[in-house]
């Protein structure tokens, strides 16, 4: 029996939609078939990446997506204020999904409901089944006893304002709001000349979301700033994992052969959360692939993820500063210390490209919390076994 598609993705989110664009510029012959429970790909999300987070050509394939652009950035810290040369841009999910349905819209189902996933099968809610090559399940985080998380948790508003805010560029920490449950920030986006995307955000030991409580923070810093609020145009919430420990081959033992994507792939940036960086580089490691059986697809995915989480245990490391040495309402030192370093080491931070010399200058030094909290949380890389 000829199969219902030679790849199937579930979830129709950042990193399957990515992948099936690349897919379509680059093997055309291979039939790929999208499964989105929702209405719309990619929900309700705003996506941001730094100019040195990609490479020109991976710059030029995501462009059609891309609505936001800026030169650079600023950050806010009670004893800093730096603005930085480094270029930004944004991709939020209503262009994601037109874009997506308007190149692949024969290739995607909307309003579908699974059941259970295998690696060559989809069950769905009522009974149909779909066969393929290889099915890759890309729906988001995937909790696991293997993983020690902390959370990184934000509401945001896009508001139209009643005069223009004077912004030219994107705030992405402004550290100098009240300090509360964890590390608390403000992020802000100007989208034209009288409307902002602000998010209240925070690293926090826990996952909890009090919405109410976060649109009224918002109502404050919008006031704070002197921006009176005409209307709130959008609204979207969302919790990030962030890794303080973990096994990546248990976490990818779960997975029973099943190929992940994005999230659920552990492949996402350890410290700040962002996820299309690495959604990016995914589409052109499979896309130069041979083999499109599922063994294969699964294999060449784990030893991609499993690398990546290799080179990347700094940023575990870092994190456990941030959520583990001094009080929650101090973590907010450990990043204005480091937004004090050269312009090039944050951009090599942000494309998690550190080198051993970046390693040891942001380390060397007095460090922002007491040393004692310090060498403890540098010691603490088993905490996903302490917490079974």
């Known amino acids: 029996m000829t199969p219902d598609a030679d790849l199937i ?61 800026w030169l650079g950035y600023e950050v806010i810290f009670p004893a800093l204020r730096r603005q930085l040369g480094s270029g930004y841009a944004s ?40 066969e393929a090559g290889a099915v890759i399940d890309g729906r988001g985080v995937r909790r696991s006893a293997q993983l020690a998380l902390g959370f990184q948790k934000f509401l945001g508003q896009e508001l139209r304002l009643q005069q223009p805010h004077g912004l030219q560029v994107p705030i992405i920490m402004d550290a100098s709001v009240a300090q509360k449950d964890g590390y608390r920030f403000v992020y802000v986006l100007p989208l034209s000349v009288d409307s902002l995307l602000i998010e209240d955000t925070y690293y926090a030991d826990g996952d909890a979301v009090a919405p109410e409580a976060l649109r009224a923070n918002i109502q404050r810093y919008a006031e704070g700033r002197g921006w009176a609020i005409r209307q709130v145009l959008r609204e979207e919430q969302g919790v990030l994992p962030i890794v303080l420990s973990g ?49 294969s697809l699964f294999a060449a995915i784990r030893d991609y993820s499993t690398l990546q989480w290799r080179r990347r245990g700094f940023f575990r490391l870092l994190n456990r500063m941030l959520f583990m040495a001094g009080p929650a309402d101090r ?32 380390v060397s030094g007095k460090p922002p919390v007491p040393v004692g909290e310090a060498l403890r949380a540098l010691a603490a890389s088993n905490l996903h076994k302490d917490r079974r």
Not at 14 to 19: F, Y
Not at 49 to 65: G, I, M, R, S, Y
Not at 105 to 129: C, D, F, M, T
Not at 335 to 354: C, D, G, K, S, V
């Open 331 to 362: 973590r907010w030192a450990v990043m204005q210390r480091f937004y004090r370093l050269r312009e090039p080491l944050i951009q090599r931070f942000y494309a998690a490209e550190l080198t051993a010399w970046d390693r040891l200058r942001i």
């Open 247 to 295: 096994d990546i081959a248990a976490f990818w033992g779960e997975a029973r052969g099943v190929p992940q994507s994005g999230l659920s792939a552990a492949l996402f940036h350890p410290t700040t959360g962002y996820s299309l960086p690495d959604a990016v580089r995914l589409a052109d490691h499979l896309v130069a692939l041979d083999r499109w059986d599922a063994s």
């Open 91 to 130: 991709i939020f999910s209503s262009r994601f999904h037109q874009h997506l349905m308007a190149e692949l819209g024969g290739q995607i189902r909307l309003g579908v409901e699974v059941s259970a996933v295998e690696p060559q099968r989809v069950q769905l809610v009522g009974g149909q089944s779909l």
């Open 9 to 69: 993705l579930v979830g129709g989110g950042l990193a399957n939609g990515l992948l099936a664009l690349r897919l379509r510029q680059q093997r055309p012959e291979l039939r790929v078939l999208i499964l989105e429970q929702g209405e719309t790909l990619g929900g309700n999300h705003t996506w941001s990446f730094h100019q040195h987070d990609l490479t020109p050509a991976q710059q030029a394939w995501l462009a059609p997506l891309v609505e936001q652009r």
